[in-house]
């Protein structure tokens, strides 16, 4: 069974630092991996998604990589500004299924 | 513009009373699904269709209940079953992307369910 874990729960950076998320997966016959960004009180906007056979996918600052061999993928986001404040939360489906099993969220702040 | 429209954005039950959260999609995705999300959890889901008239229970369906009789619309029931139902509930949809056969989600701006 799948499991998703995202460490650390929180982060605070100051404006215009590099910082990078952390998602771990169990599971390493994974079929793909997507990160979204939750604004307090809204839905989920998908960022990424990286398959199985990627090993990374970039968008403007935003860049995921994926470790299968390690059960981890990153997202990267460079020169951080305080409008990425949000919950980044990243996903990976149960087996072959339609079933996205979800990490509780890294909550990042940018101070300006 | 094509997205998922949930409603209502607040709601208020008393105990013992149902109440039924709307989706509706324009985006004619055939997979649609429902997720709940407390504070400080991740999201778990509640019941998913893949198809009209065909749908299936997620990881937390006790209590809860959905019908799938149209391509746009999954509508959720939460019955005077479910013990603890004060959440944010979210709504979503998923169409293949091109060539990767991937599903990625579109999500709904949620529906806040509170309980008195």
């Known amino acids: 069974k799948q499991e998703v874990t995202q460490i650390p729960a929180a982060l605070s950076v100051p404006e215009g630092e590099n910082l990078v998320l952390n998602c771990s997966f169990t599971?390493?016959?994974?079929?793909?991996l997507q990160w979204f960004r939750q604004d307090p009180g809204k839905g989920l906007t998908s960022l990424l998604l990286?398959?199985?056979?990627?090993r990374e996918q970039t968008s403007g600052r935003l860049n995921a990589s994926l470790d299968k061999s390690s059960g981890r993928s990153t997202l990267y986001i460079a020169a951080s500004q305080p409008g990425d404040s949000a919950t980044y939360l990243c996903?990976?489906?149960?087996?072959?299924?339609?079933?996205?099993?979800f990490g509780k969220g890294t909550k990042l702040t940018v101070n300006p | 513009d094509g997205g998922i429209t949930q409603s209502p954005k607040y709601l208020f039950r008393k105990e013992g009373q149902n109440v039924t959260l709307s989706c509706e999609q324009n985006l004619n995705h055939d997979a649609m699904y429902w997720y709940r999300q407390d504070p400080g959890q991740g999201l778990r889901l509640i019941y998913y269709s893949q198809i009209v008239n065909d749908f299936q229970k997620g990881d937390i369906a006790e209590g809860y209940s959905v019908s799938r009789e149209k391509k746009e619309s999954f509508p959720l029931t939460v019955t005077s079953a479910q013990k603890n139902p004060t959440a944010f509930y979210l709504c979503?949809?998923?169409?293949?992307?091109?060539?990767?056969?991937?599903?990625?989600?579109?999500f709904g701006a949620g529906s806040r369910l509170t309980v008195l």
């Open positions: 990286i398959q199985s056979s990627q």
């Open positions: 996903a990976s489906p149960q087996g072959g299924s339609e079933k996205l099993v």
């Open positions: 599971d390493s016959a994974i079929y793909n």
């Open positions: 979503a949809s998923s169409g293949q992307v091109r060539a990767s056969g991937a599903n990625v989600l579109t």
